[in-house]
């Protein structure tokens, strides 16, 4: 059992940052591929972010890419995300998630544990 705790959530304007952080319980983080994922009110959880195990490959959706930066630190059993120019469209849920996939995760369906979410929410 892998335990997922996300922090680092709030209100920011738009055009603001927030870094979200997830740190993970367990020896085996660095085994795992993670990801971030969102879910809005009234819509789908929606991929965002993955990374590989050792955090040299990641992958974006396409309305993140330049905006978001996930990493992640295996010594210390958490993973980043890092939100900038951010966008009232982006308030959501945001999830972190681990996957015992053998590539690179972007379906919600391929994340086998989950964290209880943190909100972000973006002002106009």
């Known amino acids: 059992q892998v335990l997922l705790v996300e922090s680092g959530g709030g209100l920011v304007q738009a055009g603001g940052s927030l870094s979200l952080s997830c740190v993970s319980s367990g020896r085996t983080f660095s085994s795992y591929i993670m990801g971030w994922l969102r879910q809005a009110p009234g819509k789908e959880r929606e991929f965002v972010a993955t990374i590989d195990w050792s955090g040299t490959s990641t992958y974006y959706a396409n309305s993140m890419k330049g905006r978001f930066t996930i990493s992640r630190d295996n010594a210390k059993n958490t993973v980043y995300l890092r939100l900038n120019s951010l966008e009232p469209e982006d308030t959501a849920v945001y999830y972190c998630?681990?996957?015992?996939?053998?590539?690179?995760?972007?379906?919600?369906?391929?994340?086998?544990?989950w964290g209880q979410g943190t909100q972000v929410t973006v002002s106009s």
């Open positions: 998630a681990a996957s015992q996939s053998r590539s690179i995760a972007t379906r919600t369906s391929e994340y086998n544990y």
